[in-house]
């Protein structure tokens, strides 16, 4: 097993031979730097704009910037056409992937909105991140891992062969630039 350890949750592994679990382990890292925006605003509200405010923000910027992308990259790229491409995919979950794609545009869109402020509060010192944006990029987040989790990744496990999950795997692998043997 190839396993990969992303920065933010060090013992939440997961190997490109089971894309599925890694999907679910990026998942989890997308819950927890969302609402990490959540707990830097409050810490801001009570103590400043102060060092470990700013490692915190930090690192969920490294997380957006970096890591969200080639996750949404992963299911656009890989997963979603493997799936879309099945004979048997039910009309209504194609319709729920179309529509999972449209999100990731707008989680996107949201999240710039977002790392501005940020951007500006590392330059500056001074916090103004609009708490209504966070608080709906965490919400929107939340609701849209659930769709995947509940509507999608259950027809992936159960229509896509070993092989086409192989296969996305080593999409996955390839796109993160790691060495395939």
């Known amino acids: 097993m190839n396993i990969v350890s992303f920065p933010g949750l060090a013992k939440l592994e997961?190997?490109?031979d089971e894309p599925l679990e890694m999907l679910d382990a990026c998942h989890l890292r997308v819950k927890k730097f969302s609402s990490l925006l959540g707990k830097v605003d409050d810490h801001v509200q009570q103590r400043g704009y102060d060092d470990e405010a700013r490692q915190a923000v930090q690192r969920?910027?490294?997380?957006?910037?970096?890591?969200?992308?080639?996750?949404?990259?992963?299911?656009?790229?890989?997963?979603?056409?493997?799936?879309?491409?099945?004979?048997?995919?039910?009309?209504?979950?194609?319709?729920?992937?179309?529509?999972?794609?449209?999100?990731?545009?707008?989680?996107?869109?949201?999240?710039?909105?977002?790392?501005?402020?940020?951007?500006?509060?590392n330059m500056?010192?001074?916090?103004?991140?609009?708490?209504?944006?966070?608080?709906?990029?965490a919400q929107q987040y939340?609701?849209?891992?659930?769709?995947?989790?509940?509507?999608?990744?259950?027809y992936a496990q159960q229509l896509l062969d070993p092989a086409v999950l192989a296969a996305v795997g080593l999409d996955m692998e390839k796109r993160r630039g790691v060495a395939v043997q």
Not at 65 to 78: C, F, Q, R
Not at 90 to 103: F, N
Not at 124 to 137: H, L, M, N, V
Not at 142 to 154: F, K, N, S, W, Y
């Open 14 to 16: 997961a190997g490109f």
């Open 60 to 121: 969920v910027m490294q997380y957006f910037d970096h890591a969200g992308p080639v996750h949404h990259a992963d299911e656009e790229n890989a997963l979603f056409p493997a799936l879309l491409q099945h004979p048997e995919l039910p009309t209504a979950v194609r319709r729920v992937i179309l529509t999972l794609q449209s999100e990731h545009r707008t989680l996107e869109n949201l999240w710039q909105s977002i790392r501005a402020k940020l951007v500006l509060a």
């Open 124 to 137: 500056t010192g001074t916090w103004q991140a609009d708490r209504k944006k966070i608080d709906s990029f």
């Open 142 to 154: 939340a609701q849209h891992i659930r769709c995947e989790e509940q509507e999608v990744l259950p």
